[in-house]
Every structure is written in C-alpha cells, then in structure tokens.
C-alpha cells in the first residue's frame, strides 16, 4: 500500500477568479441556455428530479442555483426553494425570471466555501440539489462540511457533474471506421489520458462565450471520498447516455456517442 498524502479537493486560491469569471459570463450564458438544451433537458433534470422524489411542500436548498431555471422547475413541483449563487449577476437574473415564484423561491447571494453564509440561509431542509456545479467550484470541503447540518436527518443531497472520466477538458471524443460484418460503422469513443491528476483548467462549457471558466478536475474517488469523510454516505448513482433516438447534425455531437455518459449524478444523505 501506498502512504501517499491525497491530493486536496480544494484550490482556495482561485476561489475569487472563479466567481468574477462566473460574475461576467451570467448574463451571456443564461441568454444561451437559459431555456435549456439538450443535455439539462434530457439527462440532468430528469434524472435530478428521479434522485431528489420530491414531495409537494418539502423545504428544498438550491446551491449554485445560476439563473434559477431548475429552482422554479422545483417549484412547479410544489417545493419551497432556498437558492444561492456566488455571482450576483447570476442572483439578478433568476430574480428577474422568477417574477410571480415570490412565495415559493427565495433567492441569495452566497458562496458554497463560506459555511456561515449557508447555514445563515436555514436549517432542517427535506432536500438539497446542486446542479452541474460542483466541477465549478475552487472549493469543496466547506460544503460537505455543512451538509450534514444543513438538512433534516434522512434528508438527501442531490448533485450532477460533467462525468470526470469522460467529460473533461483532457478527454478526447474519436470517431473511427471499423468492420462489422461486411459493412464499415462509426466507433464511438472517448479517449482518456489524464484521469487521476487534480487539477484546475480553463476551458469553454458553450462554443462562442466571451471568457473562460474554471473547471476543477478531481477523480470521482477524491470527490466521493471527500463527502464521506465529512458524514456523508453514497445511495445511489446515476450515468445517463442520450436516448437511441437522439442525434446532433455535428458528428462529433454528444448525443452520437450514445453509449458515453457525459454526465453523473449521484445522491448522498447524511450517516
């Protein structure tokens, strides 16, 4: 066995970049997929919704919440939303598009590595739900530090993330031409040469946005590893592919790859 020290989940030092980053991007990114697209539409919100079971009047803690789109589908389910962003650009936005929600969304300014600032949000909430964020985030730890004291005993966290193996900056979607039978077909697959390595990168989540992002790299290991040491146990997980009728124009289109998960989600509760 190896003594070697795991790397951190955290990069505390680009806590502020991310978040001015995220602050100029808001209004451009909601403008872009705001409404949705194919992935929210078909493998993050659905299978959010399946991992969350959300019960009408449940107390619900939006983290990251962005410009609010998955709050107010929350909220047509009959929940009570709490939600926060780091960007108050972002905040802005899912205000402006939530008129008429007043009473069933409440929207903050706040950021997931400051523990005092969520838990001045409440307590005792039935449920709590990050949607493809935490990859966004310079810091972790402080999250799941608070998790546990942030929801109701049995209560679950809900989270989704570009899939870590298949979906980053380092991996490397191929198309090649191979035999089958008497024909030649399209293999599709996703080449990986950089799994392990924690890291911070810079990179695009939609073609034609005027700055860079921050991504944060961490092995799905250091990632779980980190929520179950500060009292969190794993109950279920989830790596949806694109429907077989699903397809993109681009060759290189996601939902061509149909038997690569771009993204993961995954349900904890507390111990």
Not at 16 to 32: C, G, K, M, R, V
Not at 152 to 179: L, M, Y
Request: hydrophobic share 40%; glycine share 6%.
């Amino acid at each position: 066995m190896s003594d070697k020290t795991p790397p951190s989940p955290d990069f505390p030092e680009y806590t502020a970049p991310a978040t001015e980053s995220w602050d100029n991007l808001a209004e451009w990114w909601d403008d872009q997929i705001g409404d949705g697209n194919p992935t929210q539409d078909l493998l993050v919100e659905p299978y959010t919704e399946k991992l969350l079971e959300l019960k009408p009047g449940e107390r619900v803690l939006d983290i990251a919440c962005g410009a609010g789109r998955f709050a107010r589908r929350m909220a047509d389910a009959g929940a009570i939303v709490t939600a926060f962003d780091h960007a108050e650009r972002f905040v802005q936005r899912a205000r402006e598009r939530s008129r008429g929600y007043e009473d069933r969304i409440s929207y903050h300014v706040a950021n997931a590595a400051d523990p005092e600032a969520m838990l001045a949000l409440g307590t005792d909430f039935d449920a709590a739900v990050c949607t493809m964020a935490l990859m966004d985030m310079a810091e972790i730890t402080p999250l799941f530090t608070t998790l546990p004291k942030l929801l109701k005993p049995g209560g679950r966290f809900v989270f989704s993330i570009t899939h870590p193996v298949f979906n980053t900056e380092d991996a490397r979607p191929t198309i090649e031409r191979v035999s089958s039978g008497t024909d030649l077909v399209n293999r599709y697959a996703v080449s990986v040469a950089n799994y392990l390595q924690t890291r911070m990168e810079k990179g695009i989540g939609v073609p034609g946005q005027p700055d860079l992002q921050h991504y944060f790299h961490r092995p799905l290991s250091l990632l779980l590893n980190t929520a179950f040491e500060h009292g969190m146990v794993l109950d279920r997980l989830e790596e949806p592919a694109f429907p077989e009728e699903t397809s993109s124009p681009n060759p290189m289109g996601q939902p061509n790859f149909r038997y690569i998960p771009w993204v993961l989600l995954a349900r904890l509760r507390p111990a």
